[in-house]
């Protein structure tokens, strides 16, 4: 049987259908993704270097740092808390903040004070289609200048989730958690250098 490849419209059909034919809240969807990029996060490192973006990718790293543990994980949210519009990572967010976990706002870390930590890069998804410019390309650039490993949420940050190609910058990960099946742009172009070993999860769909 052939390896199953979705394009980024077939992958988001997949999502919409979880939601309204079979009631999944995409709540729920992002807590199973995020329990799957914590597992592997653990089996890479024991501490974590989170960072989320304004979307559901961002939200899912969010998530996924409640399952690695406050005392093992720096958050770093690329905009305001405010500017999480997406309804599931806003919760992320919301949850976080009543739990008194410190979010560090705009500033990327210095790869240097956090050596040996995994970072976690959960900034874009697969909806991005727009280079890179200004902060989110400096936020990137730190992160492939970090000394330890590399995992990204579904696709690395700036890898254009159909074609492969690298919009502006793009994150070289050592390990790629994508969900349900492998999308397209990580087969072809510069998808297979940049994503590393990519792990399947699956998100309990029945």
Do not use: Y
Not at 96 to 109: K, S, T
């Amino acid at each position: 049987m052939s390896e199953q490849i979705l394009s980024v419209a077939e992958a988001r059909a997949i999502d919409v259908d979880a939601a309204t034919r079979l009631g999944m809240p995409t709540v729920l969807l992002m807590e199973n993704a995020a329990r799957a990029v914590a597992d592997v996060a653990r089996s890479l490192a024991e501490r974590f270097v989170i960072l989320a973006g304004t979307g559901n990718n961002g939200g899912d790293a969010l998530a996924a740092a409640r399952h690695l543990g406050r005392e093992r994980c720096v958050v770093h949210l690329l905009g305001e808390p405010d500017a999480v519009r997406a309804p599931d990572a806003a919760l992320q967010v919301r949850i976080l903040r009543a739990a008194g976990w410190p979010l560090v706002v705009g500033v990327v870390p210095d790869p240097a004070l956090v050596a040996g930590s995994c970072w976690v890069d959960g900034l874009f998804g697969t909806g991005l289609a727009r280079e890179l410019v200004g902060a989110p390309r400096a936020w990137v650039e730190a992160c492939n200048r970090a000394a330890g490993p590399r995992l990204a949420i579904d696709v690395p940050s700036g890898l254009h989730g159909d074609t492969g190609a690298v919009l502006g910058a793009a994150v070289r990960a050592e390990v790629t958690v994508t969900f349900v099946a492998k999308k397209r742009g990580m087969v072809v172009g510069e998808g297979p250098r940049l994503c590393g070993r990519v792990v399947v999860a699956g998100l309990g769909l029945p």
